[in-house]
């Protein structure tokens, strides 16, 4: 009787033990696809930090020409 209470626990203790490994498998396969994701975000947020820096560079060129313009408009009399 008592082998058999023996053989009762060991089958629950290895149920038990497969039951953490699939749950310790899962949380690996989610953890590679989260830090796919971030990564994607990532190159996704160099992205937009770059396209950030052109059209900066861009606002302050069209800028720089209008004053230059203005200025040019300014030196024109008006007095025919």
Same mark, same amino acid.
């Given at each position: 009787?008592?082998?058999?209470? #023996? ?5 629950? =203790?290895? #149920? &038990? @033990?497969?039951?953490? @490994? ?10 590679? !696809? =989260? ?5 994607? $975000?990532? $190159?996704? @947020?160099? !992205?937009? &930090? ?8 861009? *606002?302050?060129?069209? &800028?720089? $020409? ?5 200025? &040019? =408009?300014? !030196?024109?009399?008006? #007095? *025919?």
């Amino acid at each position: 009787m008592e082998k058999e209470n #023996d053989i009762e626990k060991f089958a629950i =203790l290895e #149920d &038990r @033990l497969n039951t953490i @490994l699939e749950s310790y498998t899962a949380l690996q396969e989610e953890k590679e !696809g =989260l830090i796919s994701q971030m990564q994607e $975000k990532e $190159k996704e @947020l160099a !992205g937009l &930090r770059e396209e950030i820096s052109t059209l900066t560079n861009e *606002r302050l060129e069209v &800028r720089t $020409k209008i004053e230059r313009l203005i200025e &040019r =408009l300014e !030196g024109i009399p008006l #007095d *025919r």
